[in-house]
């Protein structure tokens, strides 16, 4: 994670606001997004969160590099609502089984834009947040148990290590001849039997990291803190930003008369 920080430089703004400040903002725009189900909301919310983009150092291409499942989850949703959606209004496309009305569509956008407006958030905070900063911070101002702090935190510290395990069983896999050529069902085998090997790793790597961390003492009833988590100034901003954004949503909704909470939907 130090080195992902160091690609947008120690000088991001947000990377320097406390973890708990950046949940708490993102909680209150996910908590937005998932009341309603409406497009304008979605948008608004969407459009200020890619431009808070450039205060954690963040580009485009890191976006999509750090984020393309969800971005692709969130398209085959979209369109996927809008083909098994009701009709309702003029029909605009209509093969066999399968059909799409203005009514649907309109739907289907607004799933597409709310899973981006809900999963970019999640993106730019664990961009942005160094994960011993997170565990001091759950621990020290969230009064979270430790050994629950500290299994998040080996948990975090453990992800990019498996992006780097996965890769070198590749090469070791490949090395050998094995999944690099076949048919698309012998290719399949072998990424299944790639996967089991990252899950063997993973056990093994998480049973050998436990049992250090509990000798070294980490499930010790007193503790110390080499940095101690503070708020400042920065952190308010930073909720405020969260807040403006959440009202600013709800506000353009409103106004545009498309704000439509989840449960009314069909009423």
């Given at each position: 994670?130090?080195?992902?920080?160091?690609?947008s430089?120690n000088q991001?703004?947000?990377?320097r606001?406390?973890?708990?400040a950046?949940?708490?903002?993102?909680?209150?725009?996910?908590?937005?997004?998932a009341?309603?189900?409406?497009?304008?909301?979605a948008?608004?919310?969407?459009?200020?969160?890619?431009?808070?983009?450039p205060?954690?150092?963040?580009?485009?291409?890191?976006?999509w590099q750090?984020?393309?499942?969800?971005?692709?989850?969130?398209?085959?949703?979209g369109?996927?609502?809008?083909?098994?959606?009701?009709?309702?209004?003029?029909?605009?496309?209509?093969?066999g089984?399968?059909?799409?009305?203005?009514?649907?569509?309109q739907?289907g956008?607004?799933?597409?834009l709310?899973g981006?407006?809900?999963?970019?958030?999640?993106?730019?905070l664990?961009?942005?947040?160094?994960?011993?900063?997170?565990?001091?911070?759950?621990?020290?101002?969230g009064?979270?148990?430790h050994?629950f702090v500290?299994?998040?935190?080996?948990?975090?510290?453990?992800?990019?290590?498996?992006?780097?395990?996965?890769?070198?069983?590749?090469?070791?896999?490949r090395?050998?001849?094995?999944g690099?050529r076949?048919n698309?069902w012998?290719?399949?085998r072998?990424?299944l039997?790639q996967s089991f090997?990252?899950?063997?790793?993973?056990i093994?790597?998480?049973t050998?990291?436990?049992v250090?961390?509990?000798?070294?003492?980490?499930?010790?009833?007193t503790?110390?803190?080499a940095?101690?988590?503070?708020?400042?100034?920065?952190?308010?901003?930073?909720?405020?930003?969260?807040?403006?954004?959440a009202?600013?949503?709800?506000?353009?909704?409103?106004w545009?008369?498309?704000?439509?909470?989840?449960?009314l939907?069909?009423?």
């Amino acid at each position: 994670m130090r080195d992902a920080l160091s690609l947008s430089g120690n000088q991001a703004l947000l990377t320097r606001a406390n973890p708990l400040a950046k949940f708490a903002a993102v909680f209150l725009i996910t908590l937005v997004l998932a009341l309603s189900i409406d497009w304008m909301s979605a948008s608004v919310a969407l459009a200020c969160e890619l431009l808070l983009f450039p205060l954690a150092g963040l580009t485009f291409t890191l976006l999509w590099q750090r984020g393309w499942p969800l971005i692709v989850a969130a398209a085959v949703g979209g369109w996927s609502t809008s083909i098994l959606s009701p009709d309702s209004g003029k029909v605009l496309l209509d093969v066999g089984i399968w059909s799409m009305s203005e009514g649907s569509l309109q739907l289907g956008l607004g799933f597409l834009l709310r899973g981006l407006a809900i999963a970019l958030p999640a993106v730019l905070l664990m961009s942005c947040t160094d994960p011993t900063d997170l565990a001091d911070s759950l621990a020290q101002k969230g009064r979270l148990p430790h050994r629950f702090v500290l299994g998040t935190l080996a948990a975090m510290r453990l992800v990019g290590l498996m992006a780097e395990e996965w890769q070198t069983i590749g090469m070791a896999r490949r090395a050998r001849g094995v999944g690099s050529r076949g048919n698309p069902w012998q290719r399949l085998r072998a990424t299944l039997g790639q996967s089991f090997g990252l899950l063997v790793q993973a056990i093994r790597r998480a049973t050998r990291l436990a049992v250090t961390m509990e000798a070294r003492g980490f499930g010790g009833a007193t503790r110390t803190w080499a940095r101690e988590s503070t708020y400042s100034r920065l952190d308010i901003w930073v909720l405020l930003g969260g807040a403006v954004i959440a009202a600013g949503a709800v506000v353009a909704a409103v106004w545009a008369g498309t704000w439509n909470m989840v449960w009314l939907e069909g009423s």
